[in-house]
């Protein structure tokens, strides 16, 4: 899911879409209009999912999509290796996610984690 929204409108520590990965944006520039020209923004983000660095220059008043990122809660049910079966509180699905290496020894078999979920992707986030 994602919305479409003016780039003057983003801002610091929100969502912006690159390509089809959603983005943490780290820090917005904008340069006044010139003489022939509009205002310019440039972006620095994150990817959520693969943590590579995006940097996006566009002007203020174009739209770029945002992705719509929802943080849930699950109950881990069991872990096997780097791999965590995890069942959502609100609907009680389950599903299986890696466990990434700085979280391993916060998640524990019985205990409630915290997990993102954007664009039919999913990750663990303990933050």
Same mark, same amino acid.
């Given at each position: @899911?994602?919305?479409? $929204?003016? $780039?003057?409108?983003?801002?610091?520590?929100?969502?912006?879409?690159?390509?089809?990965?959603?983005?943490? !944006?780290?820090?917005?520039?904008?340069?006044?209009?010139?003489?022939?020209?509009?205002?310019?923004?440039? !972006?620095?983000?994150?990817?959520?999912?693969?943590?590579?660095?995006?940097?996006? !220059?566009?002007?203020?008043?174009?739209?770029?999509? $945002?992705?719509?990122?929802?943080?849930?809660?699950?109950? $881990?049910?069991?872990?096997?290796?780097?791999?965590?079966?995890?069942?959502? @509180?609100?609907?009680?699905?389950?599903?299986?996610?890696?466990?990434?290496?700085?979280?391993?020894?916060?998640?524990?078999?019985?205990?409630?984690?915290?997990?993102?979920?954007?664009?039919?992707?999913?990750?663990?986030?303990?933050?």
């Amino acid at each position: @899911m994602k919305q479409q $929204v003016e $780039v003057k409108e983003l801002k610091e520590g929100k969502y912006v879409l690159e390509g089809d990965e959603p983005c943490v !944006i780290k820090s917005i520039t904008k340069s006044k209009p010139g003489k022939h020209g509009s205002a310019k923004a440039r !972006i620095e983000a994150i990817g959520i999912f693969d943590g590579q660095k995006r940097s996006i !220059i566009s002007s203020v008043s174009a739209k770029t999509y $945002v992705p719509i990122v929802e943080r849930k809660t699950a109950q $881990v049910l069991s872990i096997s290796g780097d791999v965590a079966q995890l069942m959502d @509180m609100e609907d009680y699905s389950t599903f299986e996610l890696s466990v990434p290496e700085q979280f391993k020894d916060r998640v524990v078999e019985g205990g409630d984690i915290t997990y993102l979920t954007s664009m039919g992707k999913m990750k663990i986030d303990l933050r």
